[in-house]
């Protein structure tokens, strides 16, 4: 009887865990930063280095109409995971950890508009391409505003209006 009771216990208290809403950042407008040891964070921002050169690159090839280049770009964007570089253990560990799921979600979907471009120029659709160019400039400000508005203080000044 007793083991039945903890054994009922222990049902409500998984689902209480499973149906708990998961952390949110919507409506936190204070500044905030991925909080990574200095090494992550030299990976990470060289990792933002490259997207910086890629995303400029990109444009140029779109205003030349290399779809070649727009492909190959973009498909290297795609590629490029943090989650996928040479680490240790302790530091792959220590980025699952502490990557706040909305940093992976917005990550994950930034992704999904680099392969959405690189798709686009197989197409050679100069509308097309430059619509999927903007979604994935789109892309780098949604993650920014949440997780580099110490970075980039110019979010500050944005409306209001993307909260998901
Ligand atoms: C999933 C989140 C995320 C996405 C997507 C993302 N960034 Fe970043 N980015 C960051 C974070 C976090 C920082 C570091 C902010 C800080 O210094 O605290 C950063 C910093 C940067 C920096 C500054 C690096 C430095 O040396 O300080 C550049 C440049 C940059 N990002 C470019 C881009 C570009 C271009 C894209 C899109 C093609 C992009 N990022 C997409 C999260 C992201």
Redesign the pocket.
């Known amino acids: 009887m007793k083991f039945r009771k903890s054994g009922i216990a222990v049902l409500a208290i998984t689902i209480a865990i499973c149906i708990a809403p998961a952390p949110s950042f919507a409506g936190d407008k204070e500044k905030s ?2 909080d990574l040891s200095p090494e992550l964070m030299t990976l ?2 060289a990792e ?2 490259e ?2 050169n ?2 400029q690159s990109v444009a140029l090839s779109i205003a030349t109409a290399d779809w070649k280049a727009v492909n190959e770009t973009a498909k290297k ?1 795609h590629a490029s995971y943090i989650m996928k570089k040479s680490l240790t253990p302790a530091q792959s560990l220590e980025l699952r950890q502490k990557l706040p799921s909305k ?1 992976k979600r ?2 994950m979907e ?1 992704h999904a508009r680099a392969k959405q471009l690189a798709q686009a120029a197989e197409s050679q659709d100069p509308e097309l391409v430059a619509f999927r160019y903007s979604r ?2 789109e ?2 400000a949604n ?2 505003s949440v ?2 508005n ?2 980039f203080p110019g979010f500050e000044h944005q409306p209001q209006k993307h909260q998901h």
């Open positions: 930063a991925v990470l921002k933002m280095g997207l910086g890629g995303i964007m940093f917005l990550d930034f994935l400039v892309g780098c993650c920014h997780f580099a110490k970075r």
